[in-house]
């Protein structure tokens, strides 16, 4: 079973931000929090990821809770081109802990 | 760099029938992996191959078989295609970058047993 909660959908403005929260209450330690998304018809991309401190990156930004038990992927500027389920993932680097454990994740749609 | 590439794109089997899909990656990664996505749902971890020469067993191993033929190629047996197998399977290769972890992921093959 996928070790974070997700909201199955969320809407959102072309152009406006965009917060998609995730819950990790269970999360270990040493178990990164890691954001992936899937466009349509195609395979699951790599979007950031990050330990304790918030992170950023040219696709968005990642904010952690002090208590690592939740995080925010942000979409500064929503564009269609961001219309996907983004999946909220746990999990630590090596062997099978470097595995993905996807859950069905949060479908966002962009309206013009 | 092509990045990870799977054939074939689209199959269809009747019941019974076999078929091996092929994966390949031209990053020098180590690990792979092979996902299957049924409708609305999020990928499940088939198999996984840390290295060359070894394979392990993910969440829903049963029914398939793989092979990790070389550094590059990781392939994916259904010896007997049931129709709880219609999916979508992805396969996937994982490379480090300093302190950044990043699973990529190929095209997918569009899998419909009749």
């Known amino acids: 079973d996928a070790k974070t909660t997700q909201p199955n959908s969320m809407e959102s403005n072309e152009e406006e931000p965009v917060h998609l929260p995730c819950n990790h209450s269970?999360?270990?330690?040493?178990?990164?929090i890691h954001w992936y998304r899937q466009l349509p018809s195609q395979g699951p991309e790599y979007v950031i990821h990050?330990?304790?401190s918030n992170v950023n990156n040219r696709m968005a930004s990642l904010a952690i809770a002090e208590d690592r038990k939740s995080s925010t992927l942000i979409l500064h500027r929503a564009t269609l081109r961001d219309a996907a389920v983004y999946y909220c993932i746990t999990g630590g680097y090596g062997g099978s802990q470097g595995n993905l454990i996807f859950g069905k994740g949060t479908k966002l749609s962009v309206k013009p | 760099n092509a990045g990870v590439t799977q054939t074939p794109k689209f199959q269809v089997l009747k019941t019974g029938q076999s078929m091996t899909l092929q994966c390949a990656q031209d990053?020098?990664?180590?690990?792979m992996y092979w996902y299957r996505q049924d409708p609305g749902m999020g990928l499940r971890l088939i198999y996984y191959s840390a290295s060359e020469g070894t394979t392990d067993k993910g969440e829903v191993p049963n029914g398939y078989n793989v092979s990790r033929l070389n550094k590059r190629e990781f392939s994916l047996r259904l010896e007997s295609a049931a129709p709880s197998q219609t999916s979508v399977y992805f396969c996937a290769s994982r490379g480090v970058f300093g302190t950044v972890v990043e699973q990529f992921f190929g095209p997918g093959t569009r899998l419909t047993v009749l």
């Open positions: 990050g330990l304790t």
């Open positions: 269970t999360i270990s330690g040493t178990d990164y």
């Open positions: 990053m020098n990664h180590n690990s």
